[in-house]
């Protein structure tokens, strides 16, 4: 994502943000259709042993908060230095609750060795 945005001056560029905006709001969509069905289903009574439920919920946080980010990227050059950075900054804790969530599947989907 961030090598399309580094082009300068690009008539693409408020395309870019456009494609952005429809895939994160499309793959949310169908995380909310997983989970809906996950948790209507007999699976959700042990959820913290699925690394699906952790994922779904991983990228589902990260691409619902992402979107307001992303919609105001073609207005960022007359953001301050400071907005700026409360912006990237916000963007890399959703990064790392994201991988958190993974992490966290992952340890407790975990079998333990005798």
């Known amino acids: 994502m961030a090598l399309f ?8 560029n408020k395309y ?3 494609t952005d905006i429809i895939g994160s709001s499309l793959i949310s969509i169908i995380l909310l259709l997983y ?15 699925l690394i699906n439920f952790w994922i779904t919920i991983g990228l589902l946080v ?3 908060a992402s979107i307001p980010f ?3 990227l073609n207005t960022m050059a007359n953001l301050s230095k400071e907005n700026l950075d409360f912006i990237y900054n916000i963007q ?3 990064s790392v609750f994201m991988y958190a969530c993974f ?7 975990q079998k333990k060795v005798k």
Do not use: A, P
């Not at 992490?103 to 989907?109: A, E, K, T």
């Open 5 to 12: 945005y580094g082009i300068k001056y690009s008539f693409l």
């Open 35 to 49: 989970l809906r069905e996950l948790l209507n289903s007999e699976k959700i009574l042990d959820y913290k042993r």
């Open 70 to 72: 992303v919609s105001v």
């Open 92 to 94: 890399h804790l959703l």
């Open 103 to 109: 992490i966290l599947g992952l340890l407790w989907n």
């Open 16 to 18: 870019f943000v456009i």
């Open 62 to 64: 990260y691409y619902l």
